[in-house]
């Protein structure tokens, strides 16, 4: 029996690599100035639901939250086998704390339909905090399985799934539409298919079929003559929709999201202030890596009974 | 502005009738909090036939315990915590609620903050009262708890508020907060709660628990020997072992050592591993990243051994060797071992 699933997903700043020309002044950072990356679980999250529909065929649709440039992802998403794809893009949805961001998925994930799993990533890369999916459990009032491992049986309306706890795991079952945080440890996500990649790296969305034919039409700023523009544009969004390349970018009106719910304005929290981490250097004792030295030094800690 | 006088609330985590170090820890911290805000420090207590429980939570600082005692209880499942958990926040009122960042806190603190509608900060490192403007419409508040935390992998500290919002929610990871006194002879008052509980909460069943006694004991460590990527493999940590076995003390390492297969997670030191406060702690190829030092930064003395004379522990280490770990670590444990 297919299952109709939807993973959601987040491109994020490789925090491995911030610097501090890519953070703001009101301490926000300028996520453009990063490499942006897929967010590492949300990876294993996807190839769990792309591993349902294998055994159990089905549908997999991607929803994902984040600024124009997040089409990326749906491109990766699309090249490794997700048969749908849906991205919230909109200045009202910036800025937007876990309980915001959660209440702006319900919304898409409302306007998508009918459920059976929703998979998500057990946490992202940049914020770390692992709230958006139980958030978004709530949000559309369903049971939650977070550090899901594996899932051990699926059968209509229920499933059964390993998942991780203080000092071991637990077994829990849970009716359906559920939905699942997923652990790295879970699996290996496959890579993107050949063919796929080849046919979905064409895939644009509105914004980006836009700026290019702008900066084609006008290289200097960007700003052609609307009707030169339209001229332009309008038979690219037709073919790319006629051959299910074109990406739908969806605003608050697109999914019935209440504007005072989504973005700054809908966050109960905000951030009072950040500080750049600096590392005061301090002075350290060097130790040569001779015997005489390493010798010295346990010699020195034994005396200042650390060993004790 | 919600105006509340609710105190301080700790979830008091609880497995099998024991309580969670992390749950005592915020005990601590939430008896600092409610002193500066002037109020009352409770705990929330879930579970099925609790014993003494409550008296040891009284004992390590709270005023009042509210116990949810109830067989569908006895085990932490989301939909059953959350909705008591919440009934109580939505009738006492607390001005700040404080989950632990274990697995459990973390599936419960925001589905309890989404339910009630309120802001949650993960994985806070210190919590504080504090004041807050509001830069745009430049509203003043007194009293916020602030929440802070390290934060885009660490190379930020950031200050998070809930000014408008009540509860003020926050996690926090076990070893973060020092563990409170216990005094017996404190008085407190237990408060038994009334679950009524719907079918609807208790749809997710758990079919099978398989739990291991922890075999790691970092936080308790006075001696800690940490391996990191510079390890190389899991056969190099035979050698972290054996310096750590030598020297009586515990195995730690770098999430980059954890994450490449040559240790088991339990034992990661940092952030998002344990956090610990060792006499000695030894750093043998772990480059020293902010997240690692969050977890290990207030050791006694830290001996860093790195071949890249570069590499940012050396910045924060008492001793510093650049040297090879597999030469130098032989030498450590002949020295060692000669000088008894």
């Known amino acids: 029996m297919p299952y109709e699933m939807v993973v959601l997903i987040k491109q994020v700043p490789d925090t491995k690599n911030i610097?501090?020309?890519?953070?703001?002044?009101?301490?926000?950072?300028?996520?453009?100035?990063?490499?942006?990356?897929?967010?590492?679980?949300?990876l294993n999250a996807l190839e769990m639901a792309l591993g349902v529909r294998d055994?159990?065929?089905?549908?997999?649709?991607?929803?994902?939250?984040g600024p124009p440039s997040a089409a990326a992802a749906m491109r990766e998403a699309l090249m490794r086998?997700?048969?749908?794809?849906?991205?919230?893009?909109?200045?009202?949805?910036?800025?937007?704390?876990?309980?915001?961001?959660?209440?702006?998925?319900?919304?898409?994930?409302?306007?998508?339909?009918?459920?059976?799993?929703?998979?998500?990533?057990?946490?992202?890369?940049?914020?770390?905090?692992?709230q958006v999916g139980p958030q978004l459990a709530g949000a559309l009032d369903v049971p939650q399985i977070t550090y899901a491992r594996e899932i051990l049986h699926l059968a209509p309306g229920r499933i059964c799934v390993r998942r991780l706890i203080e000092g071991g795991t637990e077994v829990v079952e849970a009716p359906l539409p559920c939905l699942l945080t997923v652990v790295g440890e879970a699996n290996e996500p496959r890579p993107r298919r050949a063919k796929l990649a080849a046919q979905f790296k064409r895939?644009?969305?509105?914004?980006?079929?836009?700026?290019?034919?702008?900066?084609?039409?006008?290289?200097?700023?960007?700003?052609?003559?609307?009707?030169?523009?339209?001229?332009?544009?309008?038979?690219?969004?037709?073919?790319?929709?006629?051959?299910?390349?074109?990406?739908?970018?969806?605003?608050?009106?697109?999914?019935?999201a209440d504007p005072s719910r989504c973005g700054a304005a809908g966050s109960p929290t905000k951030v009072k202030t950040i500080e750049s981490v600096v590392l005061v250097a301090s002075e350290h004792k060097?130790?040569?890596?001779?015997?005489?030295?390493?010798?010295?030094?346990?010699?020195?800690?034994?005396?200042?009974?650390?060993f004790d | 502005m919600p105006d509340r006088t609710g105190g301080v609330l700790v979830f008091a985590e609880q497995d099998g009738g024991k309580i969670a170090e992390v749950s005592?820890?915020?005990?601590?911290?939430?008896?600092?909090?409610?002193?500066?805000l002037g109020q009352s420090l409770a705990a929330i207590l879930l579970g099925h036939?609790?014993?003494?429980?409550?008296?040891?939570?009284?004992?390590?600082?709270?005023?009042?315990?509210?116990?949810?005692?109830?067989?569908?209880?006895?085990?932490?499942?989301?939909?059953?915590?959350?909705?008591?958990?919440?009934?109580?926040?939505?009738?006492?009122?607390?001005?700040v609620v404080i989950f632990g960042a274990s697995p459990a806190g973390r599936d419960l603190a925001p589905r309890v903050a989404s339910r009630l509608r309120t802001g949650l900060t993960a994985d806070c490192t210190n919590l504080q009262i504090g004041d807050h403007t509001d830069p745009v419409?430049?509203?003043?508040?007194?009293?916020?708890?602030?929440?802070?935390?390290?934060?885009?992998?660490?190379?930020?500290?950031?200050?998070?508020?809930?000014?408008?919002?009540?509860?003020?929610?926050?996690?926090?990871?076990?070893?973060?907060?020092?563990?409170?006194?216990?005094?017996?002879?404190?008085?407190?008052?237990?408060?038994?709660?009334?679950?009524?509980?719907?079918?609807?909460?208790?749809?997710?069943?758990?079919?099978?628990?398989?739990?291991?006694?922890?075999?790691?004991?970092?936080?308790?460590?006075?001696?800690?020997?940490?391996?990191?990527?510079?390890?190389?493999?899991?056969?190099?940590?035979?050698?972290?072992?054996?310096?750590?076995?030598?020297?009586?003390?515990?195995?730690?390492?770098?999430?980059?050592?954890?994450?490449?297969?040559?240790?088991?997670?339990?034992?990661q030191v940092g952030q998002t591993g344990t956090t610990v406060r060792p006499k000695l702690y030894i750093a043998a190829g772990i480059s020293g990243s902010i997240q690692h030092r969050a977890g290990m930064a207030e050791s006694g003395q830290i001996l860093a051994i790195n071949t890249d004379p570069e590499a940012p522990i050396f910045s924060f280490a008492h001793y510093g060797i650049v040297g090879d770990l597999f030469e130098v670590i032989p030498k450590m444990i002949e020295a060692y071992k000669s000088k008894a």
């Open chain 1, 203 to 256: 895939a644009r969305t509105r914004i980006e079929v836009r700026e290019a034919a702008a900066f084609q039409l006008d290289p200097e700023k960007g700003k052609p003559d609307p009707a030169l523009l339209a001229e332009r544009v309008n038979p690219i969004l037709a073919d790319l929709e006629r051959h299910g390349l074109l990406i739908p970018v969806w605003a608050p009106a697109d999914v019935a």
């Open chain 2, 24 to 36: 005592l820890e915020l005990l601590s911290k939430g008896r600092e909090l409610a002193d500066d």
């Open chain 1, 81 to 130: 086998g997700a048969d749908a794809v849906a991205l919230l893009s909109d200045r009202a949805f910036a800025v937007a704390d876990t309980l915001a961001t959660a209440y702006a998925l319900s919304c898409a994930i409302r306007r998508i339909g009918e459920f059976d799993l929703l998979f998500c990533g057990r946490q992202a890369i940049d914020g770390d905090t692992a």
């Open chain 2, 49 to 95: 036939q609790l014993a003494d429980q409550p008296r040891q939570l009284i004992a390590f600082g709270c005023d009042t315990v509210y116990v949810a005692d109830d067989p569908r209880l006895a085990v932490y499942t989301t939909l059953p915590y959350a909705q008591v958990v919440s009934e109580v926040v939505a009738d006492r009122q607390p001005e």
């Open chain 2, 137 to 267: 419409r430049k509203t003043q508040y007194r009293d916020l708890l602030y929440q802070i935390r390290p934060a885009f992998g660490g190379n930020i500290i950031a200050t998070i508020v809930t000014p408008e919002h009540r509860p003020q929610m926050a996690t926090v990871r076990e070893g973060v907060m020092r563990m409170p006194q216990a005094d017996p002879a404190r008085t407190g008052e237990v408060v038994p709660v009334q679950v009524a509980l719907g079918p609807e909460a208790t749809v997710v069943r758990i079919i099978e628990r398989v739990k291991a006694e922890r075999k790691v004991n970092l936080k308790g460590a006075k001696v800690i020997v940490a391996g990191g990527a510079g390890v190389g493999s899991a056969e190099g940590f035979e050698l972290v072992r054996e310096l750590a076995h030598t020297l009586g003390g515990e195995v730690g390492a770098s999430r980059a050592a954890v994450d490449a297969g040559y240790i088991a997670r339990d034992h």
């Open chain 1, 55 to 65: 055994a159990h065929g089905g549908h997999v649709t991607i929803v994902s939250m």
């Open chain 1, 19 to 42: 610097t501090a020309k890519a953070m703001n002044d009101d301490g926000t950072v300028n996520r453009s100035a990063l490499p942006a990356i897929f967010n590492p679980e949300d």
């Open chain 1, 286 to 306: 060097k130790v040569e890596p001779t015997k005489e030295a390493v010798g010295a030094l346990i010699h020195e800690l034994a005396e200042e009974h650390v």
